[in-house]
């Protein structure tokens, strides 16, 4: 099967510009996790969508990001504006719906590294 | 909040020679999960292990969890250069079903 994509792989930004993230999940998987990687860290969660409709969103920074994922397939999460400290690695991972009580492995892509100057 | 940390932050070994890592967790689990990122990738799934369960293997790979202390270890015999690789653990708790939370990794570096 083919994995989850995600574009651009790279990208560097001005403080204060605008970006956004591409990702493409494996097909059929309904759960759709953006994670945030920070050199030397784990992921960490930013946003789960169950479809199209959002399940946690709590640890994403409203203010200045955004996501969605329209139709249920593929997403995109926007930086608008960005900061110094929003270099990271940015995860898109899928999983198969998880069920009461069990979740599913996640599959992730290879990420999009961003640096902002 | 950070669920699980993994021990050591590094660890360095010679090819052929095991390697174990471990992960400590604050609260009660659903399961438990081990996955290796290389570097500039992605993570890649490794092994799932269940409250219910105590070992797991897969391969070159044995992980043990004891939830009474709130712990899991990830063994790897026989390590190859491949094996070079930061070892992440996530831990899904029964009120977030479907959230993974990482800890924040084990760099494991074998040496030909």
């Known amino acids: 099967e083919a994995g989850v994509a995600q574009s651009p792989r790279y990208k560097i930004i001005e403080k204060r510009q605008s970006v956004a993230f591409w990702c493409n999940p494996i097909s059929g998987h309904a759960t759709l996790y953006w994670y945030q990687q920070i050199l030397g860290q784990g992921p960490k969660l930013l946003i789960q969508?169950?479809?199209?409709?959002?399940?946690?969103d709590s640890q994403l920074p409203k203010d200045r990001f955004s996501a969605e994922r329209l139709k249920g397939v593929d997403s995109t999460l926007k930086i608008q504006p960005a900061k110094l400290e929003d270099s990271a690695v940015y995860l898109c991972?899928?999983?198969?719906?998880?069920?009461?009580?069990?979740?599913?492995?996640?599959?992730f892509g290879n990420g999009t590294r961003l640096t902002v100057t | 909040s950070q669920q699980g940390e993994e021990d050591p932050q590094a660890l360095s070994i010679q090819e052929g020679e095991n390697a174990t890592m471990n992960c400590s967790y604050k609260?009660?689990?659903?399961?438990l999960q081990w996955y290796r990122q290389n570097s500039g990738r992605g993570l890649v799934h490794l092994i799932l292990?269940?409250?219910?369960?105590r070992e797991k293997h897969s391969g070159r790979l044995r992980v043990t969890l004891d939830t009474s202390k709130k712990s899991s270890s990830l063994l790897i015999t026989a390590s190859r250069a491949a094996d070079t690789a930061s070892y992440f653990c996530?831990?899904?708790?029964?009120?977030?079903?479907?959230?993974?939370?990482f800890g924040d990794g084990t760099t494991l570096t074998v040496k030909p």
């Open positions: 292990i269940r409250s219910n369960e």
């Open positions: 991972a899928s999983s198969a719906t998880p069920g009461v009580g069990y979740n599913s492995p996640l599959h």
């Open positions: 969508f169950q479809n199209n409709g959002v399940v946690d």
């Open positions: 609260t009660s689990i659903n399961n």
């Open positions: 996530a831990t899904d708790v029964y009120t977030n079903a479907g959230k993974s939370t």
